[in-house]
């Protein structure tokens, strides 16, 4: 079984599926056609051309202006890749490496790159072994695309840079001798093909989106447990209240949060309160306005998943060969510090709600814990989400709104799409370890508010979750007890749980 490779996805869910299938790639009979009648155009145009092509016959960036031998096309190719791996810092997960080759792939399969076919089945024989090149955080301003990154993933099919592969970090050469493969032999443009395009912030984007979409649908589930078990009034979910101000994702939370607690013991209950505070009552439009951002991010990485972002591109019906800027990064450095701002908000209301269940208030304990004074309970873990937090609303600072010139001037606006796209990541990562806290913290205080239950469904989620983590009579060690909860939020989705 194989998946064939195209240069269309119907949507992100396709492209997740193909991706995680595991299954190796390949390229339908018609792809192959459109990728060698593209090249033979550009290789054509290249021998009557009397003017210089950017990239294929001239230098890069500020140096356009000098023109390079037609014998040294090849050399200015493999120059061009050596010169450009400048990363810093950590490398990107191996993962994350290998999205952004399956990216890449998909995006030469276009037909309007210029690659050679020979180039297109080297990427899909090193991609099909498991492998991914190391890859490096730093160094990518957004803008002639991701250049340090995509030159870091391409030196391994020249047998030069690192790999992973069997759980080993090798060099490249060692790879290709262990693997049986070839090393590549780049041509004229491909090079440039190949460092030109933001596949590095997107698949930093796609995963860091995948996350914030699970998350946010099990945060729903843990703020309605947090909340019920707070005894809170459920009057803010009346449906009139959200059709008075149809924001998409306020009714979508109001509705789902009371689909969750309807057949609740506890929420049926008498209330004694008017009302509750902001960070119960305000819970559909606060995550409402997240989730509609987050749908927001999702279209605009569909656009970019199916787009071309390489440069110069290929159109061979228009008899053209012609230079752009489809490499700037600004649509995804914009949306990803939406997306990252629209994930603080969820971290940060959760931890409000987990403040109040740790106040004595509503016959709960002070801390959630038994002979307080003694025990600490639950007082420091909160102390860590406001760490959490306070470091997202620093993350949350746009990254998209800097610029620094570069390449003596010619490249004198950038994105920095791909820090927008790091920061998003950590500040996903900073959201999932305050909604593991709510979640124990939840689960701590619906235990002392026994024999009533919950919901049916939230109720299957408290089960669950107590087969992982037990409820704490004095004060334990809790980073084993967080780092359960945050493993339990990343292997479930809490709505196939019910």
Not at 199 to 210: E, I, K, N, P, S
Not at 263 to 288: F, I, M, N, W
Not at 446 to 459: A, I
């Amino acid at each position: 079984m194989h998946i064939e490779i195209d240069h269309y996805f119907q949507s992100l869910e396709d492209c997740k599926h193909s991706f995680f299938s595991s299954k190796p790639l390949t390229l339908k009979p018609e792809t192959r056609g459109q990728i060698a009648e593209s090249r033979r155009f550009l290789e054509e145009k290249m021998k009557t051309s009397v003017r210089p092509v950017y990239g294929i016959n001239t230098g890069f960036g500020d140096l356009c202006k000098e023109k390079i031998d037609d014998r040294d096309l090849d050399t200015l190719q493999l120059n061009l890749v050596r010169s450009h791996a400048c990363g810093f810092g950590a490398p990107t997960a191996p993962e994350l490496s290998r999205l952004m080759m399956f990216l890449k792939i998909k995006s030469l399969t276009s037909g309007i790159s210029g690659v050679t076919e020979d180039l297109v089945d080297h990427l899909l024989a090193f991609y099909n072994t498991g492998a991914a090149a190391v890859v490096f955080e730093q160094g990518s301003l957004g803008a002639s695309g991701d250049l340090v990154p995509l030159a870091h993933m391409t030196l391994p099919l020249l047998g030069e840079g690192e790999v992973w592969w069997q759980g080993e970090r090798i060099s490249g050469q060692a790879f290709l001798q262990k693997s049986g493969l070839k090393p590549l032999r780049l041509k004229a443009k491909e090079g440039l093909a190949m460092l030109n395009g933001t596949q590095f912030m997107l698949a930093l984007g796609l995963d860091a989106l995948w996350r914030a979409q699970q998350l946010f649908e099990n945060n729903l589930w843990v703020c309605s447990l947090a909340a019920d078990a707070f005894d809170s009034r459920f009057d803010f979910l009346h449906p009139a209240i959200h059709a008075c101000r149809p924001h998409p994702g306020q009714m979508k939370v109001a509705d789902r949060m009371a689909a969750l607690i309807e057949d609740s013991e506890l929420a049926a209950r008498e209330k004694t309160r008017v009302q509750d505070p902001y960070s119960v009552r305000c819970l559909p439009q606060v995550l409402g306005a997240s989730l509609d951002s987050m749908d927001h991010v999702a279209r605009v990485l569909e656009i970019e998943l199916n787009a071309v972002t390489d440069n110069p591109l290929v159109f061979q019906e228009e008899d053209l060969v012609v230079s752009g800027g489809n490499f700037h990064g600004q649509p995804l450095a914009l949306a990803l510090d939406f997306l990252g701002i629209a994930v603080a908000e969820v971290a940060n209301i959760s931890e409000r709600l987990l403040f109040k269940l740790l106040g004595g208030e509503r016959e709960l304990p002070v801390y959630l814990i038994e002979n307080a004074g003694l025990n600490s309970g639950f007082m420091i873990p909160q102390y860590t989400a406001a760490s959490l937090v306070s470091q997202n609303k620093q993350l949350a600072t746009p990254a998209s709104v800097d610029s620094i010139v570069s390449s003596n001037g010619q490249e004198d606006h950038v994105s920095m799409g791909a820090n927008a796209a790091l920061k998003c990541l950590r500040i996903v990562e900073n959201c999932e370890g305050v909604c593991a806290i709510l979640l124990l913290a939840a689960c701590q205080a619906m235990d002392f508010r026994r024999p009533l239950k919950t919901g049916s469904k939230l109720e299957v989620l408290f089960q669950s979750f107590r087969q992982k983590v037990s409820f704490r009579k004095s004060d334990a060690f809790f980073k084993d007890d967080i780092d359960k909860s945050v493993e339990f939020l990343r292997q479930n989705f809490f709505s196939d749980l019910a």
